[in-house]
């Protein structure tokens, strides 16, 4: 045994426990885990991805925070069951925001999530994270009636009034 303390596969071994056990590894781990966990069976509460080509209608959404008021504009949208919303999102804030479509329960169990871990980043089919004058696009196709959210979940935002609703009818 003292023996193989010395080879190359020990050390190896070794170095792995040590940047383990860093937390900014563990935090890009539980970032994966969020994104795998989140979507291993690539079902949405809300709806599922759209394409272009079938979009219905196009919606402007604007994240902003400007005067220090945390928005999102509009913050109330119906749609009908089955319609594809092409969104184009802009961040005309300072800050970075972000964009997650879901249903209240599950944005406030990812409010957890980015509390622990604020530097996760989205670019999922439901969602995206924006720096400020970022401008990105996100299909949905609307499946489910209810009501869901739209929300800002990097910590502080949502709190602070970056919410809105979409009822699907």
Request: glycine share 8%; with cysteine.
């Amino acid at each position: 045994m003292s023996a193989l303390r010395n080879t190359p596969l020990a050390a190896a071994c070794a170095l792995c426990g040590l940047l383990l056990a860093t937390p900014q590894w563990n935090r890009a781990a539980a970032h994966d885990e969020h994104q795998h966990a989140a979507h291993a069976d690539h079902a949405f509460a809300a709806g599922e991805p759209g394409t272009t080509k079938l979009a219905h209608r196009i919606v402007e959404i604007v994240l902003n925070d400007a005067g220090g008021d945390m928005v999102i504009s509009p913050d109330r949208l119906e749609v009908s069951r089955g319609e594809q919303v092409m969104f184009v999102l802009k961040n005309a804030g300072a800050i970075d925001h972000e964009f997650l479509i879901d249903t209240i329960a599950n944005n406030a169990a990812h409010q957890v999530q980015m509390a622990a871990n604020p530097d996760m980043h989205h670019d999922d089919p439901n969602g995206r994270r924006l720096k400020p004058g970022e401008t990105a696009e996100l299909i949905w196709r609307f499946t489910r009636p209810g009501s869901f959210e739209m929300a800002c979940l990097i910590p502080g935002h949502y709190e602070s009034g970056m919410k809105g609703a979409i009822v699907v009818k």
